[in-house]
Nanobody, 124 residues
Framework: QVQLVESGGGLVQAGGSLRLSCSAS????????MGWFRQAPGKERVFVAA????????YYADSVKGRFTISRDNAKNTVYLQMFSLKPEDTAVYYC?????????????????WGQGTQVTVSS
């Protein structure tokens, strides 16, 4: 089973940037689609971005489109979420997730394994 560890979260002012990283163990990472989700206090976990196993296809939630970029480096078993122009409403715990298939998905229930999450706080 693949294990995921997120890093890169923190406190940033509105308008700032952060890059989240998600490191995966296991040799099958390069054949798996990956995604990022986030969960704000008292709210459901929601889709942020997804990337196919080759990195060819990427998808974003409307709320982050044009501000966030998902990418992956299969040689390093790592997926990234670059976040620009951060807003207070981006404050949440961000989770990395993986599918045991190469196709992307937007629903949390389509993902097979998850990281522990990393906190992102954007101050106004």
């Amino acid at each position: 089973q693949v294990q995921l560890v997120e890093s890169g979260g923190g406190l940033v002012q509105a308008g700032g940037s952060l890059r989240l990283s998600c490191s995966a163990s296991g040799r099958t990472f390069s054949s798996h689609a990956m995604g990022w989700f986030r969960q704000a206090p008292g709210k459901e976990r929601v889709f942020v971005a997804a990337i196919s196993y080759t990195g060819t296809y990427t998808y974003y939630a409307d709320s982050v489109k044009g501000r966030f970029t998902i990418s992956r480096d299969n040689a390093k078993n790592t997926v990234y979420l670059q976040m620009f122009s951060l807003k207070p409403e981006d404050t949440a715990v961000y989770y990395c997730a993986g599918r045991t298939t190469g196709a992307t998905a937007r629903e949390a229930y389509d993902y097979d394994y998850w990281g522990q999450g990393t906190q992102v706080t954007v101050s106004s």
